[in-house]
């Protein structure tokens, strides 16, 4: 099994920055890709950014150039630094890691909420 632990988050207002933090344990795993995905109520959830083990990354069209993730291979950790926060990008947000042999495992999420 593999665990994430997310942490960061909370109730900021628009315009501002908030920095989430996901740290994956468990015994003799290998994560290709990580990243962060996130939920509205009432939508789908969907990617934030993600990165893959050579640190390349990938961003949802509406985050780009406010939003950056970058991760720590060796401490299996990613963070998503978030910038210029909008009302729109309420929700909650989740960390995935994609892990050799294993699949794809979820933190449990924490909430963002942008007010105004």
């Known amino acids: 099994q593999v665990q994430l632990v997310e942490s960061g988050g909370g109730l900021v207002q628009a315009g501002g920055s908030l920095r989430l933090s996901c740290a994956a344990s468990g015994n003799s795993f290998r994560i290709l890709d990580m990243g962060w995905y996130r939920q509205a109520p009432g939508k789908q959830r969907e990617l934030v950014a993600t990165?893959?083990?050579?640190?390349?990354?990938k961003y949802a069209d509406s985050v780009k150039g406010r939003f950056i993730v970058s991760r720590d291979t060796l401490a299996n950790m990613v963070t998503l630094q978030m910038n210029s926060l909008k009302l729109e990008d309420t929700a909650k947000y989740y960390c995935h890691a994609q892990v050799v042999g294993r699949g794809g495992y979820w933190g449990q999420g924490t909430q963002v909420t942008v007010s105004s």
């Open positions: 990165t893959t083990r050579d640190t390349s990354t």
